[in-house]
Structure formats: C-alpha cells, structure tokens
C-alpha cells in the first residue's frame, strides 16, 4: 500500500493564481481531511469528507473548495491564492467516521508570493 | 469549547534523559486521546492513542502516555531519550461530538542534546 500521497511536494504561486493540491488513499478509507500546519498554530481542518459525495468546512474553510467524487481522492483547490495560504498542507485520511486514528500524507509546502 | 494545550513550545533534554511532554484537553464527552510525531519534513505519524480501559498506554519507539481524567491530561513520556526522538510531538482530542474532528495541540518540538 502507498498509504495516503499528495502532490505537488513544492509549490511556489503568485497573488491570485488558482491551483489544485492532489490527495489519494489506497486503503479504502472513507473519511479524509486536509489541513494546514502553521508555526505555533498546530494543525488546522480545512474541509473534511466522511464519504464519496460528502464534504463539509472544517475550522478555517476560507479560500479553500474541496470536491469528493471517489473514495480514493480529496482534492483541494485554492480559488484565488492568497499570501495568507502560505503553508505546509496535510491530508489525511482515517478507516470511517469514529476517532481511530488518521494516516497522514507526506505534506505539501506551498508558498504565496 | 474543544482544545488542546501543550505549554511547552520547546523543550530541550540530554540523550539518555528522561522525558515528559505535557498535554491538557477540554472535552465534552468522553475523549480519545492521541499522540503524533513529526519529524522534519515529515507527515505526522502516530505514536500511540487512548480509548478506553487501562490509563497507561504503551506506543512505538518506547514511548507511553498516562491518561488522566481528574487532571484533563495526556502527558507524554519515555525513560531514557535517543538523539533520534528529536521531532514535534502533536497531541489531540477526537470523540464522538462535533462531527468527529480531531483537535490537534499546537504541538512541542523535542531537542536532544549529546
């Protein structure tokens, strides 16, 4: 098993570019998260997903879409990117609903400039 | 309201030295309790949980943790540190209210000195 993958590792956009930040789990996995990981912040839920077809916002949704249209993948999509989405994003995802714990992705570091 | 607190931003302890990390949670109904680690450049890996039964659990790479409801703590500790343990430990708090979210501490970076 890959576990849970994103893509890109580093990504560096200008002030109002969009663009898509990949997920994917092959452990049949049906709930998924994304977050964002801030120095002395911890990490933040973005968006979360108990299934296909079923997202909802998390603590700090704004400026963020998600999408879940397979089991396997969350997608997440920065509209119009802006300074303050200058972080590293984690996705992970966890067998259902109840807390068992999550697997998490290797991050994606993401810089706006 | 949902949290966690980890006082400590930062701790530094020699290898070989004994280790607490400290964690305090406000929940409202009965918690599961975790641990990551995080080491650089790195996703978060889970150290070890708490659901229920015995308050003394035992993680990977010698690690335990002792959940204590009185005190609204899961403190973190290992008997004796390898330079290896130096990461960011997150602790965090999910149950069975609010939509199942996991609540992460923000988080305590380990220095281990030789």
């Known amino acids: 098993n890959a576990g849970v993958t994103q893509t890109p590792k580093f990504q560096v956009l200008k002030t109002g570019q969009s663009m898509t930040l990949q997920c994917a789990q092959d452990?049949?996995?049906?709930?998924m998260s994304w977050y964002r990981q801030d120095p002395g912040m911890g990490l933040r839920l973005i968006h979360y997903?108990?299934?296909?077809?079923?997202?909802d916002q998390g603590e700090v949704p704004n400026g963020y879409n998600v999408s879940r249209s397979t089991t396997e993948d969350f997608p997440l999509r920065l509209l119009s990117a802006a300074p303050s989405q200058t972080s590293v994003y984690f996705c992970?995802?966890?067998?259902?609903?109840?807390?068992?714990?999550?697997?998490f992705g290797p991050g994606t570091r993401l810089t706006v400039t | 309201a949902q949290s966690v607190t980890q006082p400590d931003i930062h701790i530094t302890v020699s290898e070989g030295a004994s280790l607490e990390l400290r964690c305090n949670y406000s929940?409202?109904?009965?918690?599961?309790l975790f641990w990551y680690v995080q080491s650089p450049g790195q996703g978060l890996q889970l150290l070890l949980k708490?659901?229920?039964?015995?308050?003394l659990v035992q993680g990977i790479k010698g690690f335990e943790a002792e959940f204590k409801r009185s005190q609204s703590s899961f403190n973190l500790r290992k008997p004796s540190v390898h330079w290896s343990d130096a990461a960011e430990y997150f602790c965090?708090?999910?149950?069975?209210?609010?939509?199942?979210?996991?609540?992460f501490g923000a988080g305590t970076r380990l220095f281990v000195k030789a």
């Open positions: 452990m049949n996995h049906e709930y």
């Open positions: 965090a708090v999910g149950g069975d209210t609010g939509g199942f979210k996991t609540i």
């Open positions: 708490y659901f229920s039964g015995d308050t």
């Open positions: 992970a995802s966890r067998r259902d609903r109840t807390p068992y714990e999550q697997y």
């Open positions: 997903s108990v299934g296909a077809g079923i997202t």
């Open positions: 929940y409202g109904a009965t918690p599961y």
